[in-house]
């Protein structure tokens, strides 16, 4: 890949998508710098960012619950947008899906709010500090019942998840770690009447100390958490997600070496993400199909459209990909979903849709009026030109269409070439 491919990459995959222009700009600084600058966005000079909800005031009402969730919907959108620290925000959408907290379990914004601000603040931090926050947070404890798991009746369900889906994966535990990690956890509440704060309370909690993934006296999260990442498959768990996450299929030699640094690091994600990158622009990544939510910024990104929130949550849904409701604990579904007849469908007139409201100065309207299929691939962020087929397809609406600029920018917004990351 030239330079300018590597970096149109790295935007797909590790961002939202750019502006037209920006691409211009991050090219004159070179791939390494640009990978320095999503990795260490601080050490670059880019502020830190407000929570997207700084400024959002909750209501307790019923009859605004509606609104309400469109209003932090569209701000968690705009922010995406708008963010100088793509990466850190993506690393939040990635754990996002690891997590799968879903507002249709926690069922009060404030507490879904404090979870996503949780894993965006602390996502390219250290991984250990993660687990322990995510292991008391208000939503995680609501989500798989950990608020109603006492000493005398412990639930499995954060015990088991933790183990199969958040750190080391099937086969590498047994169900006696689920129940001594039940045990152990025992003890937390959400105090619904007091906002969502968390409180330990003594007496529901069983101190019996516990063997755990073979550590003996393990008997609270602390010693948890513990456990469970300083297990010797933890590092490979977590840079086998991340790397198919952003890579999509990799071999097992990659996915060694990233664990080795991971590990080497202290588990820290920020040296995960950094290999994880290069390992993309050094083309150790395979073609992805895009899911709709990324897919959908990088449009309006690319185009210069926003659209009001009622149709973004409304394009979502159709797509089946709305955030802050992944379908179950494992998360957002795969290609197969992407690919159904309705989603597709779906993307086809969300496509539409942003040409309709892309605004007439755009950079990217102008170049499909005029028929500059080269620069229009390079404002969509594919540098290397539209595939033939989609050229041909965009030739046949030159005099065809009514609209034929909004047409073809509909066209290759939906196209096989766009589809892909």
Known sequence: MTTRDEIAWLARRAGWGLAPGRLDELVALGTDAVIDLLVEPTNNGIATEDSPWATFEYVDDREQRQTQGLDVLNRWVTHLLDTERAFENSLAWFWHDHFAVSF????????????????????????????RAVSTDAAMLVF????????????????????ELYTLGIGNYTENDVKAAATALTGWVVRRRLGGEV???????????????????????????????????????????????YLGAVDDSLVDDLAGSFASAGLDVATLGRGVLEAGVEGQGTPQVMAPVPWLLQAMNSTGTRLEPRAQVGLMRGMGQVPGSPPNVGGFPGASTWLASSA????????????????????????????????????????????????????????????PGEAALALALASPDLLIA
């Not at 006492?150 to 015990?159: H, I, K, L, W």
């Not at 100390?209 to 948890?224: A, E």
Request: proline share 5%.
């Open 344 to 403: 597709t469908a779906a993307r086809f007139g969300a496509a539409n849709l942003i040409a309709r409201e892309t605004p007439s100065d755009s950079v990217a309207l102008a170049a499909a009026s005029d028929g500059r299929w080269d620069e229009l691939a390079d404002v969509l962020l594919r540098p290397s030109g539209l595939s033939t087929p989609t050229i041909d397809a965009l030739d046949g609406l030159v005099g065809s269409a009514d609209r």
């Open 199 to 245: 409180q330990f309370v003594d007496r529901r909690h069983d101190d019996t100390q516990q063997t755990f993934l073979g550590v003996s006296g393990v008997h609270d999260v602390d010693t948890v958490v513990e456990a469970t990442i300083d297990h010797p498959a933890c590092p490979g768990f977590i840079a086998g997600k991340m790397a198919r996450h």
């Open 144 to 163: 798989l019942d950990g608020a109603t798991s006492t000493g005398s009746a412990p639930n499995e369900n954060y015990g088991r998840e933790l183990l």
């Open 104 to 131: 249709q379990v926690v069922q009060h914004l404030p507490t879904l709010i404090e979870h996503l601000d949780l894993i965006r603040d602390q996502g390219l931090g250290d991984f250990r500090e993660l687990i």
